[in-house]
């Protein structure tokens, strides 16, 4: 939850590189999720984080971009 909360926080930054860390780190917070969720079998959980990873792909390329 620590590493979620810390990437929202850099996500929010005015300044690319830090997005752009942020981005990294909501990866890293979604395999915690994921390993989280497949020991505790939330299945819905896991799922989501998927669909999360997606987005935050989505948002380190159109970080990139701009």
């Not at 620590?2 to 917070?29: C, D, E, H, M, P």
């Not at 935050?56 to 390329?61: E, H, L, T």
């Amino acid at each position: 939850m620590a590493a979620t909360l810390f990437a929202a926080w850099l996500v929010a930054s005015q300044r690319k590189a830090r997005r752009n860390w942020g981005f990294w780190i909501y990866l890293v917070s979604n395999a915690l999720w994921v390993a989280w969720g497949w020991h505790a079998q939330a299945w819905a959980l896991v799922a989501l984080q998927f669909g999360l990873v997606a987005l935050n792909i989505r948002g380190v390329k159109k970080n990139d971009d701009g």
